[in-house]
């Protein structure tokens, strides 16, 4: 994986990590007059995964756009991931891809190559999300940036927002938890390279196709798990439903070597801001060792999608996703509101 | 004793340098940091070590004292 910048060097926090807290977010968006509009169905309370807006009775049109600084050193590699990401937005919503603008910053001493390898990742990637990249903007400054805007379809009734879970769901998780904290300790060059490779792999794949079967099922709700990491994301979307979301350590799916990692305080910055934010929302009960709950807080850059699902049909939807190719498991359930928006279960 | 001096840097530096001091194995170090993320994970770096850890903050930044458990 050598190449001649070492992009990640050109970066002061890695992938998802750079996102500004969820708590200082909410802050920042407060009290801006908006308009309303019945055509727009999801947007108005910013913290959902992406906006729809309905257009006629069977289409509504879903945007987004997520860019960050480079993960990795290898640029084709790179472009992927973040446009993976980006796009990750709109399967979390229940829809489809269609179109995307490149957002990119680059340093004026980037030489022309490494720019072309991130843009081929990026094209690479929404040609299998069956997306058109159809332009962008490129500006220049200190710290590399690339990400999409991405446009995308859904049939109105059928919107997964992050606030539809109801008391009875099963939650099912996909994509294995622990990149923040691996790609930390790449930093430091304590990860070997099949691990890596593994990683990097997960990262680039898109959540295609477990929004592809998710929606044969009546799922209520659903989001992906990236930024504000496990325990922040059950967090919203257990405040947006106005239930509990009861989620069982030691069924949640993680790299392995992530555990260990994460015991040795390789840990990224943003896993606490995660935890200042969500904290006050979540109960542990039982023995939940310090370092496993560190990865339920650790940012997950393109990470995968979480959804609550009745149980009537839930087993027979993991293993529509396991047969499918996707890494997924059943973690927890939702219950009624109680003293806590998360519980955290040994 | 042993000072690390790791102030106005970033995760994972601050637990690399201590991992790299803590090599010749001593009784006691000090780990100087500035913020929340760094003081946690060297913290958890030494626990790890077998280190007892106690913390001092004064005006934003930490002293770290490392005790062979």
Do not use: W
Request: glycine fraction near 8%; include cysteine.
């Amino acid at each position: 994986m050598e190449t001649e910048v070492k992009l990640t060097k050109l970066a002061s926090c890695a992938g998802c990590g750079a996102k500004v807290g969820a708590g200082t977010l909410a802050r920042m968006l407060d009290g801006f007059e908006t308009h309303y509009d019945p055509r727009l169905i999801v947007g108005y309370d910013k913290s959902d995964d992406a906006s729809v807006y309905v257009i006629t009775d069977e289409v509504a049109l879903v945007q987004t756009t997520d860019f960050f600084p480079p993960i990795v050193d290898d640029p084709y590699l790179f472009g992927q991931i973040a446009a993976a990401n980006a796009l990750s937005d709109v399967y979390a919503m229940g829809g489809e891809p269609r179109t995307a603008l490149n957002i990119m910053c680059l340093p004026e001493s980037m030489d022309k190559h490494t720019v072309h390898e991130i843009l081929r990742g990026g094209y690479a990637k929404a040609y299998e999300a069956g997306a058109i990249i159809t332009g962008g903007h490129t500006i220049h400054g200190a710290e590399p940036i690339y990400g999409l805007a991405v446009a995308g379809f859904v049939h109105p009734d059928k919107v997964l927002t992050n606030s539809g879970a109801r008391p009875g769901d099963v939650l099912l998780l996909t994509k294995p938890l622990g990149v923040g904290v691996i790609t930390t300790a790449a930093k430091a060059d304590l990860v070997e390279a099949p691990v890596l490779e593994r990683i990097y792999r997960q990262m680039a794949t898109l959540n295609k196709a477990a929004r592809d079967v998710l929606v044969n099922y009546p799922v209520h709700s659903c989001t992906d798990v990236t930024g504000f990491a496990l325990l922040g994301h059950s967090f919203e979307m257990a405040q947006g439903s106005g239930c509990t979301l009861h989620i069982r350590a030691h069924a949640v799916p993680f790299h392995p070597e992530a555990l260990e990692l994460a015991r040795m305080g390789f840990i990224p910055a943003g896993a606490y801001r995660n935890r200042e934010y969500a904290q006050a929302g979540v109960q542990v009960s039982g023995k939940v060792e310090q370092a496993l709950e560190d990865l339920f807080y650790d940012p997950q850059t393109s990470g995968g999608l979480l959804a609550a699902v009745p149980e009537e049909c839930a087993e027979e939807c993991l293993q529509q996703l396991l047969a499918a190719g996707v890494e997924a498991a059943r973690i927890g359930y939702v219950t009624e509101q109680q003293d806590a928006a998360v519980c955290l279960e040994e | 004793m042993v000072i690390v001096d790791a102030r106005g840097l970033s995760c994972p530096e601050p637990v690399v340098m201590t991992r790299k001091a803590m090599m010749d194995k001593q009784a006691k170090y000090q780990v100087l940091v500035d913020n929340l993320a760094s003081k946690e994970n060297v913290t958890r770096y030494a626990q790890h070590q077998g280190y007892a850890v106690q913390v001092e903050e004064t005006g934003g930044e930490y002293t770290l004292t490392l005790t062979k458990a």
